[in-house]
């Protein structure tokens, strides 16, 4: 019980702008017992005044009395349960985007740790669990307990004595529905569990479908599905036995009231003690009774199991980001470009060692800094603190001398564009691919920026041209047309830092030769960092830092450094083009304008 308050504490703040909903939809509850109990007393009306004594002209007061009744309570019972889904539809929707508002904010490293299918299914199906837990919970509950409390009191007004003889075995619904609590929010805790594994198997499997046909993983595959299914399908069994289980027990327990009730009823008819209608009557409110009694049981099943549901997802929520905006961010300039980098060091969260260590530098505008080393040296993590993915563990990191903690978050990312090592395309058209780098942008800067990129004539080639839909994985495109699209969408946003991981990796000759030129363009009268394997590039840098298990070890130009027979010597040597051969104009990969 305990988690379902905390668990109910946690999101019932999320109901607000919808209280006042959900205060007519009890009203119109309220309102549908009402009509019923009314109904009840009216048929045991006509069972005593017209059927038992065959009087027609006592059949029409009665009759036309219930036909409006039931019409009012038709019409109440309908606006009540259409606001009632549409108000859950609200919270569901209100929550869902909380929550995966909070997930964008959460840095690299959490999604690492996480399974993929699994974020989905706790934004999904965990979500509709907290939703019956705090829109329809309440809503059942207040309803459940509203009428149990009107036809126990109706019950009561016909004859006391004969509804407390009945209602002895009452206590034995709440005692069910304690009983089967905990296996029933197990079987659902170990059911989502499932169901996240069984969704990351798909999503995996079909993001490495290439892999798994190549290497022939498809049993392997099917296997690792069957597992979970398995797993998910024990949870479900167990689950959905306990709920029958109680659900027999229930009707059991019911039998043995409505048994009692007519029992005693025919003894007191023998007496002359009751008429048939009231009895009748009387049967009819214990019958009314026991589903809402049933239903608050049932609710406590479901609020039992919906904790699971909540407990998962507070482990979302309670991920805290690894950055946030200070409470007091200095005002927005028009940014020049200079970063630098001061004594800085960082370790990734979990991890014992420290990805860099002690890094000082400077990166002034219109200047091109090329940054290499080995992988896993701890270059990419520069382009992480950069663009403040994470904050430093020591040190600081400035922009235009201000340090980029007195930030906010956005304004730093409007003027640090960040050019990764993945080619990132979205599912949409080459034309929503470009204007997500400045949202807004007319189609004439989206059509400048693709023709900056070396993109623009490509694109109007296809048969849709800038309205061609593209997706992860592609075939459409090449990866250099991929590469050049990225790239456009970085020219449109005109950043004054601009930071390149890898900017050709994964393009062979010919393509890294096609992303050249545009990449001179958008480097042009920017502040550039590139993050590089590719030495071909270094000779045109102004300055090249070497970065060696996270510690800066050399700094200088391309020749500077290859005179000192450092590691930058041994890493240009095993390029496999000689470093010192001067490009053609044709194939040049030069990055100066």
């Not at 003027?415 to 007319?442: D, F, K, M, W, Y």
């Not at 189609?443 to 048969?463: G, Y």
């Amino acid at each position: 019980m305990r988690g379902v308050k905390e668990a109910f504490a946690r999101f019932w703040p999320l109901t607000r702008g919808d209280r006042a909903w959900l205060s007519l939809i009890v009203v119109c509850v309220m309102v549908a017992a009402l009509a019923e109990t009314a109904s009840i007393l009216l048929f045991s009306a006509l069972t005593d005044d017209a059927l038992k004594r065959g009087s027609l002209a006592a059949f029409w007061g009665p009759a036309g009395a219930w036909l409006g009744v039931a019409v009012l309570g038709a019409l109440v019972g309908y606006l009540g349960n259409s606001l009632a889904v549409w108000t859950a539809e609200r919270f569901v929707l209100r929550l869902r985007a909380s929550v995966f508002r909070h997930v964008q904010d959460l840095p690299p490293d959490f999604f690492q740790r996480q399974r993929r299918g699994d974020l989905v299914e706790r934004l999904t199906g965990d979500v509709e669990a907290i939703e019956q837990m705090v829109v329809t919970g309440v809503v059942g509950t207040i309803s459940a307990a509203f009428s149990a409390v009107l036809y126990t009191g109706a019950a009561f007004w016909l004859r006391w004595d004969l509804a407390l003889a009945t209602f002895g075995l009452a206590p034995l619904f709440l005692l069910a529905a304690r009983r089967f609590s905990g296996r029933i929010k197990q079987a659902a805790q170990d059911e989502r569990v499932a169901d996240g594994a069984i969704t990351s198997v798909v999503e995996e499997s079909l993001g490495n479908i290439v892999l798994t046909q190549a290497y022939n993983r498809r049993h392997a595959e099917e296997q690792r599905l069957r597992r979970e299914a398995r797993a998910w399908m024990r949870a479900s069994v167990r689950g959905a036995r306990a709920s029958e289980m109680y659900e027999q027990v229930v009707e059991v327990v019911e039998t043995l009231c409505v048994l009692a009730v007519i029992g005693l009823g025919a003894w007191e008819i023998s007496r002359n003690r009751m008429s048939l209608g009231q009895l009748l009557a009387f049967a009819a409110f214990i019958g009314y009774l026991y589903p809402p009694i049933r239903s608050l049981g049932q609710l406590g099943l479901t609020l039992t199991a919906a904790t699971a549901g909540a407990e998962r997802l507070g482990e979302i929520l309670d991920e805290r980001p690894a950055v946030t905006d200070p409470a007091e961010p200095v005002a927005e300039w028009p940014v020049r470009g200079r970063i630098s980098f001061h004594d800085v060091s960082f370790r990734y969260p979990g991890s014992e060692r420290a990805s860099l260590r002690g890094i000082t530098f400077r990166a002034e505008p219109d200047e091109l800094i090329l940054i290499t080393g080995a992988s896993g040296a701890g270059k990419s993590t520069l382009s992480k603190l950069a663009t403040r993915f994470y904050d430093p563990t020591a040190g600081t990191v400035r922009l235009d001398g201000v340090p980029l903690t007195d930030l906010p978050v956005e304004f730093l990312r409007e003027n640090v564009a960040l050019l990764p090592q993945e080619t990132l395309i979205l599912r949409g058209t080459i034309r929503e691919n470009i204007e997500c780098g400045r949202p807004g942008a007319s189609n004439r800067e989206i059509h400048n920026a693709a023709r900056e990129a070396a993109a623009h004539d490509f694109i109007t080639a296809l048969p849709d041209g800038y309205d061609t839909a593209i997706a992860p994985g592609t075939a459409t495109l090449s990866g250099g047309q991929l590469q050049r699209i990225a790239l456009a969408r970085a020219m449109l946003r005109r950043a004054p830092v601009l930071i390149l991981d890898e900017p050709t990796a994964g393009l062979d000759g010919p393509a890294a030769r096609q992303v050249a030129q545009p990449l001179r363009r958008l480097m042009a009268g920017r502040t550039t960092i590139m993050i590089t394997h590719d030495l071909s590039l270094a000779p045109h840098a102004d300055r090249i830092l070497v970065i060696d298990d996270g510690h800066l070890v050399e700094t200088g130009t391309h020749p500077e450094l290859l005179r000192r027979h450092g590691t930058y010597a041994r890493l240009a040597t095993s390029q496999p083009a000689p470093m010192a051969s001067q490009p053609t104009p044709e194939d040049t990969l030069s990055l100066r304008v």
